[in-house]
Structure formats: C-alpha cells, structure tokens
C-alpha cells in the first residue's frame, strides 16, 4: 500500500503504532528522533509522515518546516498528547500551521488514523495549494 515513517519517542505508541500500520498493509519505517526522521525521508522516500509534535531535540513543527521546503509532496500527519507546558489543541494548531495536512490529538482511534492516511493516500499525486 504505502510506505509511512513514524517519528515518535515514546517505544509504546511507536510499536502500537507500527503494528496498526503494517496489519493494514503498510510498510512501515521508525524513527524516536526527527533528526533520524530527516534522514529516512532523505533514503526511503516515504508517502507519509506521521510525527509526535513534541519530540526531544530538534520538534516534530521544526521538521514539518522543514519537509515542506525540501519534500512537499509529503503527507503529514502530526499527533500530540500535549505536553508538560503545552496543551494537545494547540500543538496540533502549531502543525497544522507549519504545513502538517491532518494533526490529530491523542489518545489516536485507529479508525481515524487508518482513514486520515486512506485520505492522504488518495490525494498524494496532487500538488498541495499553499505549502513553500
């Protein structure tokens, strides 16, 4: 089906979140850091991104910044639980502001996500209006 990078630190989401992907089809990449993120985008060119926004170092806004100049035919999907100093509507407002095409708040229901990258999927050919 496709191929979709999760960049996320936590062990437990990103293994719950593999396993979803790839029983749906997917072939799925992993990276705890954006910074290892950056590179497998570079090396496997993935359909999607699904990024935490709050990741240690370098953050998941910073990367979307980023991917958006570099690869803009991306999809991205950004998720956040918040944080100890931010709250999960606003850092998903802040990705969707830095380019991300879905931001969703976890906890995740997989029916959403699974049709959040259905969606991307479909229109991943097509340019997106506005991202630079």
Not at 84 to 92: G, I, R, S
């Given at each position: 089906?496709?191929?979709?990078?999760?960049?996320?630190?936590?062990?437990?989401?990103?293994?719950?979140?593999?396993t979803?992907?790839?029983?749906?089809g997917?072939?799925?990449?992993?990276?705890?850091?954006?910074?290892d993120?950056?590179?497998?985008?570079a090396?496997?060119?993935?359909?999607?991104?699904l990024?935490?926004?709050?990741?240690?170092?370098?953050?998941?806004?910073?990367?979307i910044?980023?991917?958006?100049?570099?690869?803009p035919?991306?999809?991205?999907?950004?998720?956040?639980?918040?944080?100890?100093?931010?709250?999960?509507?606003?850092?998903?407002?802040?990705?969707?502001?830095?380019?991300?095409?879905?931001?969703?708040?976890?906890?995740?229901?997989?029916?959403?996500?699974?049709?959040?990258?259905?969606?991307?999927?479909?229109?991943?050919?097509?340019?997106?209006?506005?991202?630079?």
């Amino acid at each position: 089906m496709a191929k979709v990078l999760i960049a996320e630190h936590d062990e437990g989401v990103l293994n719950a979140l593999a396993t979803l992907l790839r029983s749906a089809g997917h072939e799925v990449f992993e990276a705890d850091r954006c910074e290892d993120a950056l590179e497998t985008v570079a090396s496997q060119s993935p359909d999607i991104l699904l990024t935490d926004v709050n990741m240690p170092g370098m953050t998941g806004v910073q990367m979307i910044k980023r991917l958006r100049r570099s690869h803009p035919a991306i999809g991205i999907i950004a998720m956040s639980g918040g944080g100890m100093h931010q709250n999960p509507e606003l850092a998903t407002t802040l990705a969707s502001i830095a380019g991300a095409d879905r931001a969703l708040e976890k906890p995740l229901k997989n029916e959403i996500l699974l049709s959040s990258v259905h969606s991307l999927l479909a229109t991943a050919r097509r340019p997106r209006a506005g991202r630079r």
